[in-house]
Antibody, heavy 118, light 107 residues
Framework: EAQLVESGGGLMQPGGSLRLSCAGS????????MTWVRQAPGKGLEWVSL???????HYADSVKGRFTISRDNSKNTVFLQMNSLRVEDTAVYYC????????????WGQGTLVAVSS | DIQMTQSPSSVSASVGDRVTITCRAS??????LAWYQQKPGEAPRLLIY???SLQRGVPSRFSGGESGTGFTLTITSLEPEDFATYYC?????????FGQGTKVDLK
């Protein structure tokens, strides 16, 4: 059974950096599209970024130029490097996978909380 | 960006009721539409993909459809475990976008 486990969240000051990790098990992350979706407290879901198996990426405008999605195949892990953090980046960050060529996310991690506050 | 608008924003219902949620896209998404269920403190769960297809393991009381006003998610007979928030998502064009959510709670 596929499993995703996020880690790396925490409390940061505005302008800081953080790297989230998403470790996959039961499947090979490089064979899937991997995505990050966030949810601000009490709010809905917001798509953040997606990494294709071949390495191409997409980003939401709200994070473009500040966040970078990447992958370490040897660790079967996907990362989200978050720079220049803003208060509005405060959210639970979920990683999820989709089976190419679809963009529907059939397996999700439990989420990791990122709080940005001065 | 494609805006996804769900209605209603919330619905109060009883066990055994039939509930229908609608999702309208600001432009065509063909049938690249998914529905997710999310319970408090949990990750979303994929229910329906491709507008009509039931994800493996999802009970058959859930179904996806299309109407003149958009896409629909129907729960034919609510079970206690179905009280949750439901989101639609378009998978047609980047940026991927979600509806604002519909909360189904107990009447």
């Amino acid at each position: 059974e596929a499993q995703l486990v996020e880690s790396g969240g925490g409390l940061m000051q505005p302008g800081g950096s953080l790297r989230l990790s998403c470790a996959g098990s039961g499947f090979t992350v490089s064979s899937y599209y991997m995505t990050w979706v966030r949810q601000a407290p009490g709010k809905g879901l917001e798509w953040v970024s997606l990494l294709y198996g071949g390495g191409s990426t997409h980003y939401a405008d709200s994070v473009k130029g500040r966040f970078t999605i990447s992958r370490d195949n040897s660790k079967n892990t996907v990362f989200l490097q978050m720079n220049s953090l803003r208060v509005e980046d405060t959210a639970v960050y979920y990683c999820a996978r989709s089976l190419p060529p679809e963009l529907y996310f059939d397996s999700w991690g439990q989420g990791t909380l990122v709080a940005v506050s001065s | 960006d494609i805006q996804m608008t769900q209605s209603p924003s919330s619905v109060s219902a009883s066990v055994g009721d039939r509930v229908t949620i609608t999702c309208r896209a600001s432009q065509s998404v063909s049938r690249y539409l998914a529905w997710y269920q999310q319970k408090p403190g949990e990750a979303p769960r994929l229910l329906i993909y491709g507008a009509f297809s039931l994800q493996r393991g999802v009970p058959s009381r859930f179904s996806g459809g299309e109407s003149g006003t958009g896409f629909t998610l129907t729960i034919t007979s609510l079970e206690p475990e179905d009280f949750a928030t439901y989101y639609c998502q378009q998978a047609f064009k980047f940026p991927l976008t979600f509806g604002q959510g519909t909360k189904v709670d107990l009447k």
